[in-house]
Nanobody, 128 residues
Framework: VQLQASGGGLVQTGGSLRLSCVAS????????MGWFRQAPGKEREFVAA????????YYADSVKGRFTISRDNDKNTVYLQMSSLKPEDTAVYYC??????????????????????WGQGTQVTVSS
């Protein structure tokens, strides 16, 4: 599975960005998807995740109410709509894929070790 993330950039506090991640190499609907981020000097942290159908989503408390994860299985793409951005959201954002069969159990969507495939990352910088 190859993942290509895009959409990062420089934005002011309170602004918005939409990240995209296109997957190839496997039937997209057999992949649960997640977004993680890593700021300089910090460990990678969970941001959001979405089930194969899009019917179940998970968010970190720090982004709940500001970020929205969605997916379009016809376009093999997962999105992360980010609003009300804060300087502490500055990080490299990574999309990740976890091969979970449709209707299968997804034990740990918030844990990075759960995911088998990772994209290259896209930089998001929020200026104060």
């Amino acid at each position: 599975v190859q993942l290509q993330a895009s959409g990062g950039g420089l934005v002011q506090t309170g602004g918005s960005l939409r990240l995209s991640c296109v997957a190839s190499g496997r039937t997209f609907s057999s992949l649960a998807m997640g977004w993680f981020r890593q700021a300089p000097g910090k460990e990678r942290e969970f941001v959001a995740a979405i089930s194969w159908s899009g019917g179940t989503t998970y968010y970190a408390d720090s982004v709940k109410g500001r970020f929205t994860i969605s997916r379009d299985n016809d376009k093999n793409t997962v999105y992360l709509q980010m609003s009300s951005l804060k300087p502490e959201d500055t990080a490299v954002y990574y999309c990740a894929a976890d091969p979970i069969p449709p209707f299968g159990r997804w034990p740990s969507p918030r844990i990075s070790d759960e995911y088998d495939y990772w994209g290259q990352g896209t930089q998001v910088t929020v200026s104060s």
